[in-house]
């Protein structure tokens, strides 16, 4: 499918704080369902050889909205992986609210910065592997290359993560379960106060922005091949680039695909993806640029 770089409503300066913190809580609910747990400790097993080769104790998410999968991802490094790392959750857009409630569950391992941070600039005192959870679909293409070329430059490691690609077969699943979804699970998603009552019930605004967004951002999204050919127009000495592309399989044995882009300033071997799972199919892997 051809790319389509289309609006979305979350992207717009003047949306109201509460329909984007909607939005963003909605996301970080549906990153930590238990069916995305293998997807998850998957992303942990692509984090890890960064985190090792450049000695990195910390992770900074750009674009976090309400925090991702990643105090998830932590608990694995941490557990599974003997990785220590501390979380620094970072946006344009701060979710207040959501922030200071993943500070509280990270017991002192997590550090929200509530002044808003540019992914294009990232302040010199945050050092660490960039992470950036399904947001990098929100650039274009010139705007993108900024975002990586920040981090080669800077000789600080990236991780781009998109739960997303760009199919007919992932449109459909978009829209047969981003409205409905938005409807359901609203009460269980953030507080549940009466602005959000009013515009998912009475005027389902919100829902109906969670659809078009949905399909919009799978119009957006990058391949494997387009990360990768953005990222060899970077000239940074010894900074390697791997990308690929892996499915778990879901509920109702809906494939759930994870397209990934790693930055390094230094070579290493990233490996394939490992799970437990038998129903991880590792699609395929780019070597160095």
Not at 158 to 167: G, K, M, N, P, V
Not at 170 to 184: H, N, P, T, V, Y
Not at 187 to 214: E, Q
């Amino acid at each position: 499918m051809k790319r389509f770089h289309l609006f979305e409503w979350e992207d717009q300066v003047w949306l109201p704080t509460f329909i984007r913190d909607f939005i963003t809580d909605h996301l970080h609910y549906f990153q930590n369902i238990p069916t995305r747990l293998q997807v998850n400790r998957a992303i942990a097993e692509l984090l890890e050889p960064a985190l090792r080769e450049t000695d990195t104790k910390q992770i900074v998410d750009l674009c976090t909205g309400a925090g991702g999968p990643l105090l998830e991802i932590q608990r694995i490094l941490r557990n599974d992986m003997n990785l220590n790392v501390k979380l620094v959750l970072t946006d344009l857009y701060p979710n207040v609210e959501a922030l200071k409630k993943r500070e509280s569950e990270g017991q002192g391992a997590v550090i929200s910065r509530y002044d808003p941070v540019s992914a294009f600039e990232v302040p010199s005192d945050l050092q660490g592997l960039r992470t950036l959870f399904t947001s990098l679909h929100h650039y274009k293409p010139e705007k993108a290359r900024l975002i990586l070329s920040d981090a080669a430059l800077k000789r600080q490691p990236i991780a781009i993560i998109e739960i997303l690609e760009r199919t007919p077969r992932m449109l459909f699943k978009i829209a047969f379960s981003a409205f409905r979804q938005s409807l359901f699970y609203t009460p269980k998603v953030g507080r549940f106060t009466f602005k959000r009552f009013y515009i998912t019930y009475c005027l389902p605004i919100a829902p109906a922005m969670m659809l078009w967004d949905g399909l919009v951002s799978v119009l957006r999204s990058y391949t494997p091949d387009e990360l990768l050919q953005m990222a060899s127009n970077i000239r940074s000495v010894d900074y390697v680039w791997r990308a690929g592309k892996f499915y778990f399989t879901g509920r109702w044995g809906l494939q759930m695909p994870t397209v990934y882009l790693i930055g390094f300033p230094r070579k290493i071997i990233t490996p394939e993806v490992k799970s437990s799972s038998q129903q991880a199919r590792p699609l395929f892997h780019r070597g160095q640029t």
